[in-house]
């Protein structure tokens, strides 16, 4: 099991910048994630990377977001630009196990969440 702990949320006006940061107890260059989930809505994607460290990003957050990992001390980090009141939400840093099989490598499902930290973004 891998543990993950979220820090950095916090509020913000519009338009303003925030990052996250998420201590891992593993390597965080492949199959990391963050995700956020706004009151009433389920829990969706924001950024993962796959299991060669490439990044994709939501389309609603791409531009503005970017991911970023710091390998001596294994942190994950979030940096948010120009953010909306729509970005309000939790935001959970996730890890998946890697599988590999003869040349191939990919993430499997995300199994190892965080326990969380509230971005507000007042207009």
């Known amino acids: 099991q891998v543990h993950l702990a979220e820090s950095g949320g916090g509020s913000v006006q519009a338009g303003g910048s925030l990052s996250l940061s998420c201590e891992v107890s593993?390597?965080?260059?492949?199959?990391m994630g963050w995700f956020r989930q706004a009151p009433g809505k389920v829990r969706g994607r924001v950024v993962v990377?796959?299991?060669?460290?490439?990044?994709t990003y939501a389309a609603s957050v791409r531009g503005r977001f970017t991911i970023s990992h710091e390998h001596a001390q294994n942190i994950l980090y979030l940096h948010m630009n120009n953010l909306t009141p729509g970005d309000t939400a939790i935001y959970y840093c996730?890890?998946?196990?890697?599988?590999?099989?003869?040349?191939?490598?990919?993430?499997?499902?995300?199994?190892?969440w965080g326990q969380g930290t509230q971005v507000t973004v007042s207009s």
């Open positions: 996730a890890a998946a196990d890697l599988a590999q099989f003869g040349g191939s490598r990919w993430c499997k499902e995300y199994n190892s």
């Open positions: 593993r390597d965080t260059s492949y199959c």
């Open positions: 990377t796959n299991a060669y460290g490439t990044p």
